[in-house]
């Protein structure tokens, strides 16, 4: 089997879960190993026919140490978020990405990365398996899955529900907690996890009016990046049953459709064999 060594710069996010399932789905080609970026060193001690690094600090010191091992390179940024390093950043991320393999988990991130003067890159969205429909009778709940980072705007959702009268729950993921909302004001994504996962659930949505959640909702009805109406949209999908359980239906529905974990396994699949056999 061939052996893939992934660098993730978190253990417990999203991309790992993606790993996991990508594992699952692929184990009759493929062997697994995965490693924090920290331990970039031992690399060379693994010894994998191929890297596929996840995120800036992996991706950086895990796609160097594979260049100069001479190891094929793959790396998915999972959003590529460059505003706060400037320019210099963004020259290094193009240096790297003309020498390897680099997955863009939206289209949206695609297209940015080529206006920046990266190179043609490869589209794999971020799958997701079939869940559970979620049921609960309770109060309304919004939640959403972010870390605390500016460009996510936790504080301004904060002040959102509390205008809405709703309380929030924040997790860290990979999976979504417990809610009967989920919602996102975030300024920029590239394929988030979390709001997959809840499309999945057949939760209702209402998120910032951006590139990426425009990609994954396939419609902006649920989408705003006024304060006002973001809350205006809250009240309305808490307060009408029938509203909330179809437009939750509607997104479970294109989760499943397009964006499976089984398609994002099979394109991964398919660039690794096209990066071991040189192309």
């Not at 695609?110 to 869940?131: D, K, M, S, W």
Request: charged content about 20%; hydrophobic content about 40%; overall charge positive.
């Amino acid at each position: 089997k061939i052996h893939i060594l992934h660098v993730l710069t978190s253990l417990d996010g999203g991309a790992a879960r993606q790993v996991e399932e990508l594992a699952i789905l692929t184990r009759g080609d493929f062997t697994f190993t995965v490693i924090p970026y920290r331990r970039w060193r031992d690399i060379g001690t693994i010894h994998p026919d191929l890297v596929h690094t996840h995120g800036k600090g992996a991706g950086l010191f895990g796609r160097l140490k594979a260049m100069r091992l001479g190891i094929p390179r793959v790396h998915t940024l999972h959003g590529f978020h460059w505003e706060r390093y400037g320019k210099w950043y963004i020259a290094g991320e193009r240096w790297l990405a003309r020498r390897s393999s680099v997955i863009h988990v939206s289209q949206a991130e695609a297209q940015e990365c080529q206006q920046l003067g990266f190179p043609v890159c490869t589209l794999i969205h971020n799958g997701v398996g079939r869940r559970r429909p979620w049921r609960y009778d309770g109060p309304p709940i919004v939640g959403t899955v972010a870390r605390d980072d500016p460009i996510k705007r936790l504080p301004e959702l904060r002040r959102i529900c509390a205008m809405s009268d709703l309380p929030l729950v924040i997790g860290t993921g990979p999976g979504v907690p417990p809610c009967t909302i989920y919602a996102s004001f975030s300024r920029k994504e590239g394929c988030p996890y979390g709001m997959l996962d809840a499309m999945a659930h057949g939760l209702p949505i209402v998120g910032s009016n951006i590139s990426a959640h425009r990609e994954l909702l396939g419609s902006a009805s649920t989408l705003s990046n006024d304060p006002r109406i973001f809350v205006a949209l809250l009240r309305r999908v808490s307060q009408d049953v029938g509203l909330s359980a179809e437009i939750g239906a509607a997104y479970r529905w294109r989760a499943l459709s397009h964006f499976s974990v089984d398609a994002m396994a099979g394109r991964t699949a398919s660039l690794y064999r096209q990066c071991l056999d040189g192309g």
